[in-house]
């Protein structure tokens, strides 16, 4: 982070802006929307900044900047044409530790404005450090369109019942879990609507409805996807965000994780080859354990957790102790790494069916049904593949899969790592030993992986 976003306090406070032309007027107006002080020194003003000083609004010195001038203010906002000015203004805000912004200036700037998504008492401010102003313009017109209008609304309603809310739960996880079913549901629709007795009506309802008793806890087995965030479900956002604990594999991207709430628990219990980390008979106990304690368990798994994931085993435990979860599908790795390279797994001309496979090794071998995967016409995906490729693609052609069939590696599919190592079941061992690709991979084999170079978008 270039800079630490902050909200600054501002009612009552003397604030200093220097110019008085549109862009100072600009400034202006959001220091007093702030309920700033404001005092402008500038030898003539706009006629917003003029009828603003007529009536009173604002205090107007009319002469140039002079040294000492910022002393008695708690911030300063510079916006005038005048470079040394600026530089003087600058230097001294800095000298007396003052905040002060020099309009299209941040080398000149202790602070910076964002863009701001009022929603008062609900607001939002976008930055980019100032790189690419018309980047955040468009992310602040995307968020002023999916927000409703009336959310501050919404907030002035949570704020007039929160002591209440707080007085009538003992801890703050049944606090938490109340106000996301006040405005995630029917209590605010009501408030979007301006229909504010009936929002509080059925809020008054909703508090005397719940106890303050001990929450039951629940596991969400949730799929991650294949690495891209964008490629999360929004019902899984949705859960993320709600979440206690996260229990996490070690497929689930970096990006996956950094969407969930920010104060939730994380647990890692990745396995990989040779390296169990934490066995699964452990975290079924982990996940039975933390339930029992009344928390809501995300069992976040990369791609989807019924594909090869063990998140059967993981829930016939949670059957077996009457612990309550639900099931969130993923895209699978198959699915996003083959879309993301190019690769149909079905096509008219081409694979009429597709069969999924791990390649795990175990005792230094692949167990699999070579004569069904050798069957012409058919796409073969192989999970866990990479250290059994070589064995792998020496049984196919043993039972006669041609040994030009084309085959595809693809390593760390849909992330910004994403690699496609295209070759032939007789070559394809010798190729990934040349190039080292680094896992996780996946192997697709069949004649569809020839349409790669054609239908390729990502590149």
């Not at 007529?54 to 001038?69: E, P, Q, S, V, W």
């Not at 219990?269 to 390296?275: A, E, W």
């Not at 309550?324 to 069916?353: K, M």
Request: net charge positive; proline share 5%.
């Amino acid at each position: 982070m270039d800079y630490l976003p902050l909200f600054h306090k501002l009612a009552g406070k003397k604030c200093l802006a220097i110019g008085g032309g549109a862009v100072a007027t600009r400034k202006v107006r959001l220091l007093m929307s702030a309920q700033a002080d404001v005092t402008v020194i500038a030898p003539s003003l706009s006629d917003e900044l003029s009828m603003l000083a007529k009536n009173g609004k604002l205090k107007h010195i009319k002469r140039t900047f002079k040294a000492g001038d910022s002393r008695a203010f708690s911030l300063v906002v510079c916006a005038t044409d005048t470079a040394e000015i600026n530089a003087r203004v600058s230097t001294e805000a800095h000298q007396y530790n003052i905040p002060v912004n020099v309009v299209d200036q941040p080398h000149l700037c202790s602070f910076i404005f964002p863009a701001i998504v009022d929603r008062s008492p609900i607001t939002i401010g976008i930055s980019s450090a100032g790189v690419s102003p018309v980047l955040v313009r468009l992310m602040r017109a995307k968020l002023e369109a999916l927000l409703p209008q009336n959310l501050g609304n919404l907030a002035a309603l949570a704020a007039k019942f929160r002591q209440q809310v707080k007085n009538h739960f003992s801890n703050t996880k049944q606090r938490r879990i109340f106000w996301e079913k006040v405005f995630d549901g029917p209590i605010a629709d009501l408030s979007y609507q301006g229909k504010h007795d009936l929002a509080q009506q059925a809020l008054e309802n909703l508090l005397v409805q719940q106890t303050d008793s001990a929450t039951k806890g629940k596991v969400y087995l949730v799929g991650g996807g294949p690495g891209d965030p964008e490629l999360l479900t929004l019902k899984a956002l949705r859960i993320l965000q709600q979440a206690d604990i996260i229990v996490y594999d070690r497929l689930v991207s970096e990006g996956v994780l950094n969407l969930a709430r920010r104060d939730a628990e994380r647990i890692y219990v990745g396995k990989q080859r040779s390296d169990h980390s934490v066995p699964q008979n452990r975290i079924n106990t982990l996940l039975i354990n933390l339930a029992n304690d009344g928390k809501r368990v995300v069992r976040l798994k990369g791609g989807d957790p019924f594909m090869f994931g063990r998140g059967g085993e993981e829930i016939e435990t949670l059957v077996d102790e009457g612990i309550a979860f639900e099931v969130v599908p993923g895209i699978t790795a198959a699915l996003g790494c083959a879309s993301y390279s190019g690769i149909p797994l079905t096509h008219r001309d081409h694979a009429q069916s597709c069969t999924f496979v791990t390649g795990h090794l175990k005792d230094n071998t692949v167990n699999l049904d070579w004569d069904q995967l050798a069957k012409p016409n058919q796409t073969i995906v192989i999970y866990m593949g990479l250290i059994g490729l070589r064995q792998i693609s020496e049984k196919l052609i043993e039972r006669k899969l041609p040994s030009n069939t084309p085959v595809a590696l693809i390593q760390k599919g849909t992330t910004a790592e994403h690699r496609v190592i295209i070759s032939d079941l007789q070559n394809i061992a010798d190729e990934v030993d040349k190039l080292k690709p680094k896992p996780p991979t996946l192997i697709i084999i069949g004649s569809v992986v020839s349409l790669h170079d054609r239908l390729n978008w990502i590149d």
